[in-house]
């Protein structure tokens, strides 16, 4: 499985970003892909996922209700819509792929993505 992370950029504080992640093959109903995101010098940090059958959601607690994941599974493609951005939202942000669902892809992803940059300036 291949990801290719895109849509990073640099964007003011209070404005809007969409970022995508296509998967290379077709991801099966019983895997989750999600969004994790590295700030300089801190650790990798979980921000969403989605089981890619049923479409459950699960957010981080700093982006919740401004971040919003979602898919297109006739794209093999998932979405982080990004709303309200803040200057601590600047990091490099990395899609994943996980075959046990979004529970294993919060311990450890199987498969990782490139990472795209979203630099938010205040």
């Known amino acids: 499985v291949q990801l290719q992370a895109s849509g990073g950029g640099l964007v003011q504080a209070g404005d809007s970003l969409r970022l995508s992640c296509a998967a290379s093959g077709r991801p099966l109903s019983s895997h989750a892909l999600g969004w994790f995101r590295q700030a300089p010098g801190k650790q990798r940090e979980f921000v969403a996922a989605?089981?890619?059958?049923?479409?459950?959601?699960s957010t981080g607690d700093s982006v919740k209700g401004r971040f919003t994941i979602s898919r297109d599974t006739a794209k093999s493609t998932v979405y982080l819509e990004m709303n309200s951005l803040k200057p601590e939202d600047t990091a490099i942000y990395y899609c994943a792929l996980d075959r046990r669902g979004v529970s294993g892809l919060k311990t450890g992803p199987d498969y990782w993505g490139q990472g795209t940059l979203v630099t938010v300036s205040s």
């Open positions: 989605i089981m890619w059958g049923a479409g459950w959601t």
